[in-house]
């Protein structure tokens, strides 16, 4: 059973920046795909960053390009994504998800498993 578990989430304000962490547990994730997703209340969840475990290819949403930045530990077994410069916008609970193949998608539902959670808080 895989397991991911973020951490990082919090408050800050506009301009600042927080690193958000995904540990992930229960298989060998060589041949996956993990991702960022984000859901702001009254929203759709929408797709932030995705990362092949072999960390050879990254993908990123328009609005979080240049900005954000994702990366993986392997010895840690953990994803991590850098957020600099945010925006009040970026405002909602991110989610970290992993996929049990190396082609990255976009869509939630290419993603087979979920963590919990964890809330960003940007103001202005």
């Known amino acids: 059973q895989v397991q991911l578990v973020e951490s990082g989430g919090g408050l800050v304000q506009a301009g600042g920046s927080l690193r958000l962490s995904c540990a992930a547990s229960g298989r060998t994730f060589s041949t996956y795909t993990l991702g960022w997703f984000r859901q702001a209340p009254g929203k759709e969840r929408e797709f932030v960053a995705a990362i092949r475990w072999s960390g050879d290819r990254t993908y990123y949403a328009d609005p979080v390009k240049g900005r954000f930045t994702i990366s993986r530990d392997n010895a840690k077994n953990t994803v991590y994504l850098q957020m600099n410069s945010l925006k009040p916008e970026d405002t909602a609970v991110y989610h970290c998800?992993?996929?049990?193949?190396?082609?990255?998608?976009?869509?939630?539902?290419?993603?087979?498993?979920w963590g919990q959670g964890t809330q960003v808080t940007v103001s202005s």
């Open positions: 998800a992993a996929r049990p193949a190396i082609g990255i998608v976009t869509t939630s539902r290419g993603y087979d498993y």
